[in-house]
């Protein structure tokens, strides 16, 4: 079954996503930073929260986590490598494993850098990815616990998967990316008419958040490390591609 999928912005730049499984009528609450917002928006649909799915332990994903639990009596869900640091913790799931949600199910990747214990959620049959801080709309998150060579190996499995599917980041950072990624990338095309449509979208108030992996690809330069033009762009050709990703993070962590 398809989920009907609801985002919630909070705080300055957080993304909250409601999730609903029709046939069984699960709800989960991936990354509740918040309380208020979650509980409201859940009220306004009429729609009861079962779960709450964090992809990583920082306040801003999981700040929600035990008071929507005690309010709800909802089963939370996170990475397993991080059960000490995910408040209220009841189903751990690793790598690899197929998290069953109702009459639909997610596969879970572990992808460390950003933290150590980083996980995705790959709704394949909704075509949604549940990132977290680790591939952004342009950009990608800041490698606080791993290192450069386990992100961009992260970033490397998120981008393998179909082109169509949409990437529900935590944080609405396009319009920053961009103007960072310009000044690595300064020739993509795909990257300039980005630039032209989040502006636009920004005007109107408007998310640019999810985007398809597919534009993600083309624009992105942290998943096009190991792509010739950018390389050539830096003056980088021929380099490993974990030397590309770390030029570009480092640049970015600065800029
Ligand atoms: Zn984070
Ligand atoms: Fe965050």
Partial sequence: MTLDIRQIPVLNDNYIYLIREPESGYVGVVDPAV??????????????????????????????????????????????????????????VNDGETFTFGATKASVFFVPGHTRGHIAFWFADSDALFCGDTLFSVGCGRVFEGT?????????????????????????????????????????????????????????????????????????????ADQKDLQDALGMAGADPVAVFTEVRQRKDAF
């Fill in 35 to 92: 309380v208020t917002p979650v509980l409201d928006e859940a009220e306004k649909l009429g729609w009861s929260i079962t779960h709450i799915l964090n992809t990583h332990h920082h306040g801003d994903h999981t700040g929600g986590n035990l008071e929507i639990k005690e309010k709800t009596g909802c089963t939370i869900v996170g990475p397993g490598h991080d059960r000490d640091r995910i408040p209220g913790i009841d189903v751990e």
């Fill in 148 to 224: 450069m060579e386990q992100m961009w190996s992260s970033l490397s499995r998120l981008r393998a998967l179909p082109s169509e599917t949409r990437v529900y980041c935590a944080h609405e950072y396009t319009q920053s990316n961009i103007q960072f990624a310009v000044t690595v990338d300064p020739n993509n095309l795909a990257l300039r008419t980005r630039e032209t449509d989040v502006k636009l979208k920004r005007e109107r108030g408007e998310p640019t958040v999810p985007s398809r992996l597919g534009e993600e690809l083309a624009a992105n330069p942290f998943l096009r």
